[in-house]
């Protein structure tokens, strides 16, 4: 089983919100700030701050690029992540907590980092 | 059925993402602005913009104020809205697609406008 970040790196992510659908994470860190590997549940990303980061899972690595203000939808995955911008990184999640409906949730499947459906 | 805010008004509320599992709505708003009676699914909504707001279901009335950057549970509702505030609303709205699991969505049942679960 994935691992949790609130549990993996909890001076970066924290619980905001939490019912019986969802859970809310708010994750802020500065520049050069890394995340040990972890898990996310299918997601929808919305960015408070620019960010810039580089994203690692297995082999793959992907470097991801928003502005603030932007939402994203991050499909169920595990990596590890880096700041690699020069400034803060500000953004919410919020996780879904029920199981998709249908086993391909979708274009987002199997890719790494956030994409725009 | 609820009347869909982006169709009751277009030059309030516009889709940003959509999946199978999720639609995203971005609101903005100016001072004085009114929105028609609408109806919201179970919704996560993220302020981008501090909001102060009234809204006005049946006989009920709440009055709204958030800071930039919150997060918070708007259970399945219908209402209308008004600006009440002196600047601009900017806001989102995490709509979850699939039906609620059990018959009481939790604590945010019932109660007009957005809570903390």
Redesign the interface.
Known sequence: MASDPVLTNPGLYRV???????R?L?YRDAPGDRTAPHGHP?S?M?T?SSIRRRLVAGGQEAEVELDS?V???LASQEHSGENIGDSDT?A?F?E?K?P???VD????QDRLGPS??
């Open positions: 905001v919100m939490e019912n019986e659908r969802v809310v708010e299918d929808v919305v408070l203000g939402v994203r939808w500000h919410i919020v879904l029920e998709a409906r249908s949730s979708g274009p987002g725009t459906r």
